[in-house]
């Protein structure tokens, strides 16, 4: 995309400042002026339908309303200062002497990812030259150099900070609906019991110190009525803290719902949704993240983390000019802020930098590459120093394995990869479905009755099991875990060895026969199987922060470990087979359990989200060993194979076509034949194409035409009988030119005419001056021809991200094709319905 950006760099230099899109717009009121809504930084009053509900937002830009009187007081200049270019008025030029609003966007529309760098490298070349000057110019350089570096320190000391807090409270908050510690309830399960001189070994998870619910209540431990009242408490406070999620949500961030994860990459792709990453949203997302893990909900924290980590930057980017007044430089910075939150999710920063590049991201330059790790490399420490845990680990789930794995195994492998595929799959066709059930039925109405009926058939279910009762970073460590001489619970429930020579290296134990402690735990295991498999589908896409990793994780480990256990007991009785003979010997320590249960999570993780590179480093830095790495590598590409094979879209692709986000997938390739003129509007039997002139029209003809359009902005030509293409001016900016004039400038009237050349026309004696807005036109707008085929046209939209591109014929104008002509194209072509996108 560099080469892009090099290309266009003279071409561009002269027009840095001036807009481009012509898409329809809902945010602008049609007959009134007044309908160009300019949220400012504390406004949480904004509505719109995202995800089948209405949600308001709070603004992060400092857009200042058109009716403010910043525009009288700019520069101290009176309204004699005006813009007819003739006596004692002058023409603002906005690159010169920019007003208020000019060269900003209106909320759900496309940024100019041309003029935003154009706009950034003339801010540094102009740096640069004064610093040459005078040495306090030059200290400025350098901090302005090292601002991104410092921003990024900020960011991941407050990411891992708030990572930090989370883990702590959902350990605590998830212990809390199984009892309290009477020393201090501060203190989660196993910190209440760590001094305790009572605990035995074989039940090192009681002591005195912790009380259940039944034994605070009754003074009963045992029997069936303190079964009953644990049973009980434990589904209060999956309602209690579920509820407490789903109403917080409702009434303050309506936008810390969900993962966030598909409005950060259409974000990332140059997409304004304010508010989704303001201030509000990131206190709310925070405080019900950790209420919704500790309900008990299929859902995890680390989707939600990476929104978090967003919001972070998006709010310390208002510290620095550079980042608060540019558009693309801040998607820089929150492109590295996502590999923060993969990188204090998992306790990955290398696989978070790779997730950010291979998942998210859609400008990822170099420098965002170094910056990215870095970020993600002081998050990862600070989330070390926290050491929320108590293990000196960055995630619960952190395993070592020492038992290499065979060529053989590499079978099995595959099949989890195959199920993963097929799990992925089948997962996202019915999410979807329930998605698109929730957002057409009265059953999106009700978000609070859905999130407690959830919540309450998901405790009821889950707690006869130990498996599904614990959290799922709890079961997936339990899965992970290689058994050992020291480990009591029931997954190494083996028939104990005759003789200490059965045993083998590193406290592991040698192949031994399962025993009824082991198939008790299978069975659980196959029915927590199941039902996580049935409840994640209801569960993601509800009214409360909720990921998806690790729900998906947790059913690939199921797997892999029935899987990995068949294995065991089948080389245990095998031995002499051919397909273990002469590597799995009687009494040796052949196949690792844990290790089929991580493949497994692996390659159900890739199916939903369709990660292949990140996904094996973010596995790899789990285990620490760089042996299993094939095995992860076959199960993914497996995995993403199969599941591609019944769609080419991962949840995250078809929750942004869900919700109608106005994203041009990379990925996706357009297989079509059809030219620009088959898309552009205007189409045969639709009204010509709204254009102004560049001389002849009167500001009360412009105003009008902007009254009669929904536009977001019009194309200029040399005349209406000609239609030679001169530029192209947004609708925001020729509405601030406008209102601006008329306060600041003697003369403006309905009948003065409007000018778009370099030089003012004659005009009679008596004429009222004219107005100026050459300044605000883009002088070379993007153009393609009519018989541009669309698949180049495609290419050019995503590779320089542009809003709109005019369609000419020998110089002529014909149309114009936005990106939202694109998807809606796009969709037609692949028989869905093209009014399913929603936004311009």
């Known amino acids: 995309m560099s080469n892009f950006w090099t290309s266009l760099r003279g071409k561009h230099a002269a027009d840095r400042e001036r807009g481009s899109e012509g898409m329809e717009n809902p945010g602008y009121c049609s007959g009134s002026f007044d309908g160009l809504h300019h949220p400012s930084d504390d406004d949480d009053d904004e509505m719109v339908d995202i995800a089948g509900a209405t949600l308001d937002f709070s603004s992060t830009d400092d857009v200042p309303p058109l009716s403010s009187g910043v525009y009288e007081e700019h520069n101290g200049t009176s309204r004699t200062a005006g813009m007819n270019g003739s006596g004692p008025s002058r023409l603002v030029d906005p690159l010169e002497d920019p007003l208020p609003g000019v060269g900003t966007y209106e909320d759900f529309n496309t940024i100019d990812w041309v003029r935003e760098k154009s706009k950034d490298r003339d801010r540094h070349r102009e740096i640069t030259n004064k610093s040459r000057q005078s040495t306090v110019a030059l200290l400025h350089s350098i901090s302005d150099a090292f601002s991104g570096w410092l921003l990024m320190l900020l960011v991941g000391l407050m990411s891992g900070a708030l990572a930090g807090g989370i883990d702590i409270s959902a350990h605590w908050m998830t212990d809390v609906k199984g009892g309290l510690c009477l020393r201090g309830f501060w203190f989660n399960h196993e910190h209440c019991c760590w001094l305790s001189n009572e605990t035995t070994f074989q039940e090192r998870d009681r002591c005195p110190q912790w009380q259940s619910w039944a034994e605070l209540i009754t003074g009963k431990s045992e029997g069936p009525f303190a079964y009953i009242v644990n049973y009980l408490m434990y589904i209060f406070w999956a309602l209690m803290f579920s509820f407490l999620a789903v109403i917080l949500v409702r009434a303050f961030a309506p936008y810390a719902c969900g993962s966030g994860i598909p409005e950060i990459k259409t974000i990332l792709s140059g997409f304004i949704i304010r508010g989704y990453l303001g201030k509000w949203t990131l206190i709310i997302k925070t405080i019900t993240l950790v209420l919704a893990v500790s309900s008990g909900l299929s859902l995890g924290k680390e989707g939600p983390l990476v929104h978090v980590a967003c919001c972070c930057a998006n709010i310390l980017c208002h510290l620095f000019t550079k980042y608060r007044k540019n558009e693309a430089k801040r998607r820089e910075v929150l492109s590295a802020a996502a590999a923060v939150g993969v990188s204090v999710a998992f306790g ?10 291979e998942e998210v991201s859609y400008y990822f330059p170099l420098k965002t590459l170094w910056r990215s790790f870095f970020a993600a490399l002081v998050a990862a420490f600070t989330l070390r120093s926290i050491n929320p845990f108590g293990n000196s680990r960055l995630v619960l789930f952190y395993v070592e394995f020492h038992t290499p794995w065979h060529l053989v195994e590499l079978a099995p492998f595959i099949l ?24 057409t039925t009265c059953l999106g109405h009700y978000p609070v009755i859905e999130v407690l009926v959830v919540a309450a058939l998901t405790a009821l279910l889950s707690y006869p099991n130990s498996y599904t009762r614990m959290s799922g970073s709890e079961l997936i460590s339990e899965l992970f875990n290689d058994c050992s001489l020291l480990d009591s619970s029931q997954l190494c429930g083996y028939k104990q060895p005759a003789n200490t020579s059965d045993t083998g290296v590193d406290n592991s134990l040698a192949d031994r026969p399962a025993g009824p402690g082991l198939y008790t735990a299978l069975w659980q295991l196959a029915l927590a199987l199941v039902f996580k498999m049935m409840i994640t589908v209801i569960t993601f896409g ?77 596995m790899f830095e789990l285990t620490g060993g760089l042996e299993y790495i094939v095995p992860l590598m076959a199960a993914t590409m497996t995995s993403k194979w199969v599941a591609d094979a019944f769609g080419r879209e991962g949840i995250y692709e078809a929750h942004i076509r869900l919700n109608g986000y106005p994203f041009l997938e990379p990925k996706e390739e357009f297989e079509h034949s059809s030219l620009a003129v088959d898309v552009m509007r205007p189409r045969r039997m639709d009204p010509t194409l709204a254009v102004l002139t560049q001389e002849g029209m009167t500001v009360g003809e412009v105003e009008s035409l902007v009254e009669s359009t929904h536009f977001s902005g019009f194309p200029v030509v040399v005349s209406s009988e000609s239609q030679r293409l001169v530029g192209f001016v947004l609708r925001r900016d020729l509405l601030i030119s406008i209102d601006n004039a008329r306060k600041r400038q003697d003369g403006i009237v309905s009948a003065s005419q409007v000018v778009f050349t370099e030089h003012t026309p004659p005009l009679p004696p008596d004429a009222p001056p004219p107005l100026r807005l050459r300044c605000i036109m883009d002088l070379s707008p993007f153009t393609v021809t009519d018989h541009t085929p669309m698949d180049i046209t495609v290419d050019i939209f995503r590779k320089l991200g542009l809003r709109q591109c005019l369609v000419t014929h020998n110089g002529r104008l014909l149309g114009i094709i936005t990106k939202k002509d694109i998807l809606k194209h796009m969709a037609q072509m692949a028989n869905r319905d093209p009014d399913s996108i929603l936004f311009n």
């Open 348 to 357: 990955a920063p290398i696989g978070g930098v790779l997730f950010s590049l």
């Open 416 to 439: 989890l990869g195959i199920f993963g595929g097929l799990w992925g799959a089948l997962f996202i066709k019915a999410n979807i479905a329930w998605c698109r059930l929730r957002k």
């Open 542 to 618: 509800m009214k409360v922060p909720s990921g998806l990793f690790i729900p998906s994780m947790a059913v690939g480990a199921i797997a892999g470990r029935l899987l990995g256990v068949g294995m065991e007991q089948l080389a245990y009785y095998n031995h002499d087979a051919v397909i273990f003979k002469g590597w799995c010997s009687q009494g040796a320590d052949c196949i690792t359990p844990g290790l089929y249960a991580m493949v497994g999570a692996a390659a159900c993780l890739g199916g939903v989200t369709r990660m292949t590179v990140s996904l094996v480093v973010i």
